[in-house]
């Protein structure tokens, strides 16, 4: 997502550079980085990528690092996980089978759902190229009920499912409408949704449609932030937390903050007993200060409290070997199998199957978890193994999810624990925040 020529240039210069295998430090990733119009840090938390440009502006601070998604569908994975609140998710998707065409990229929009601060827009895009990473949506304008968005911030999921008649792409993105404000208030929604740019691409895609307000997911419940989480980074205020069964997001502003800040590391702990996982983070620093935006995983239930739990991290500290087992051992093994990893956390294999050269393994970790990507797929000689589905929040989560892995055979993988030195949790900072 940009909004001026210097940015599309940027863009498509780093776009061009795809990075080796050999430095990615855990198994796959979601999204494909792009740049915000305020020059944000986008980054997943678990993939360290080496920095492809640096540049500095009025001491605003750009971080590049260009990572990939493997998803069938998400709006399919929120049917098949029932997490909606309604007896028929049709309730809250609506169902498009609209085309877009301009510049040589067809649109094929699929569906829609408005949920809380967000629109959530499948479709399959087919461009006459190429891309050297995932594509997506570099800028476009939102107006609903006239009330319009220039360049809204958008995150774009996919992968390639087609190479016939030019590259075509499965594709959700993430459309802030934060700053559109109750949505509810009509009885009905006129939507009009203007793609600008796709990947570089300049042209005119577009999207319009009316829905009643009974349409709206309005099962997002909001977090009461007023209180300051002090850590080693700096003073974090939450401007806005919200908890949705698509995606949580936090928006936050950081004081004093340290000269190598990046990020803010935290989780977020429910007393419904879910941990939710930041998997995609902004960030802006500018004149001692910061603001940043994260994505979590998405709640189940809606809970009455929860605990932001900072903590720091150390990848110099070498991971601890906690268990190997090999992938066709996976399928005898006694369920639940509990593995121990350390005096707080135990890991539980639940469930296993091995169909269509398709291998699922489903978790649940008793204890709190920082980074589930410490249990993974491994080739017998150790090097990884992506996942099917990449990091979808909705599947690998740090409390309890599945992982899925295309393999051809069994024979030549394990699956392999580690603990979690590098994390160092931060407990006694911990904030405790009531939902509304």
């Known amino acids: 997502?940009?909004?001026n020529n210097f940015d599309k240039r940027i863009k498509n210069i780093t776009s061009k550079v795809e990075p080796p295998k050999d430095f990615i430090d855990f198994t796959d990733s979601i999204l494909d980085s792009l740049e915000p119009k305020s020059q944000p840090t986008k980054i997943n938390?678990?993939?360290?990528l080496p920095m492809v440009a640096s540049f500095v502006l009025i001491f605003l601070f750009i971080?590049?690092?260009?990572?990939?998604?493997?998803?069938t569908s998400v709006?399919?994975?929120?049917?098949?996980?029932n997490i909606f609140n309604k007896?028929?998710?049709?309730?809250?998707i609506n169902s498009l089978n609209i085309t877009a065409k301009d510049s040589d990229v067809t649109f094929n929009f699929k569906n829609l759902v408005i949920s809380g601060d967000s629109i959530i827009l499948s479709y399959k895009a087919t461009t006459p190229y190429?891309?050297?990473s995932l594509p997506g949506i570099w800028d476009s304008d939102v107006?609903?009920?006239?009330?319009?968005?220039?360049?809204?911030?958008?995150?774009?999921?996919?992968t390639l499912i087609s190479e016939d008649n030019g590259y075509t792409y499965d594709m959700v993105s993430i459309i802030d409408i934060l700053d559109i404000k109750n949505i509810s208030e009509n009885d009905n929604i006129k939507l009009n949704y203007t793609i600008k740019n796709f990947d570089g691409v300049d042209g005119k895609w577009d999207l319009s449609l009316n829905l009643p307000k009974e349409k709206l997911y309005d099962k997002v419940y909001y977090a009461d932030t007023n209180k300051t989480l002090e850590t080693s980074q700096g003073d974090i205020t939450f401007d806005k937390i919200s908890l949705g069964q698509f995606y949580t997001k936090a928006l936050y502003t950081v004081n004093n903050t340290s000269k190598d800040f990046k990020f803010a590391h935290y989780i977020i702990k429910t007393d419904k007993n879910e941990t939710l996982l930041s998997y995609r983070g902004t960030s802006?620093?500018?004149?001692?200060?910061?603001t940043g935006e994260d994505y979590f995983s998405p709640i189940k239930e809606k809970p009455d409290k929860i605990w932001i739990i900072p903590y720091e991290t150390n990848y110099d500290l070498p991971s601890t070997f906690i268990k190997e087992i090999p992938a066709k051992d996976l399928m005898n093994l006694p369920k639940p199998y509990s593995i121990k990893i350390s005096e707080d956390l135990t890991l539980n294999l639940l469930e296993t199957s091995y169909e269509n050269n398709n291998l699922k393994i489903k978790y649940k970790f008793d204890g709190t978890c920082f980074d589930p990507h410490i249990v993974s797929l491994k080739y017998n000689d150790d090097s990884y193994v992506n996942q099917k589905y990449g990091f979808n929040p909705n599947l690998i989560r740090a409390d309890e999810g599945t992982l899925t892995y295309e393999i051809s055979n069994l024979d030549d993988f394990k699956l392999k624990v580690v603990n979690q030195n590098h994390i160092i949790p931060e407990y006694d900072k911990q904030l405790e925040l009531s939902v509304k």
């Open 1 to 3: 997502m940009v909004n």
């Open 45 to 48: 938390r678990f993939r360290r």
């Open 63 to 71: 971080f590049l690092s260009p990572v990939y998604a493997q998803l």
């Open 75 to 81: 709006f399919d994975s929120f049917k098949s996980l």
């Open 87 to 92: 007896d028929n998710s049709d309730d809250y």
């Open 130 to 132: 190429k891309p050297t």
């Open 143 to 158: 107006n609903i009920n006239g009330k319009k968005v220039e360049d809204p911030l958008t995150e774009d999921y996919g």
């Open 284 to 290: 802006a620093s500018l004149d001692g200060s910061s």
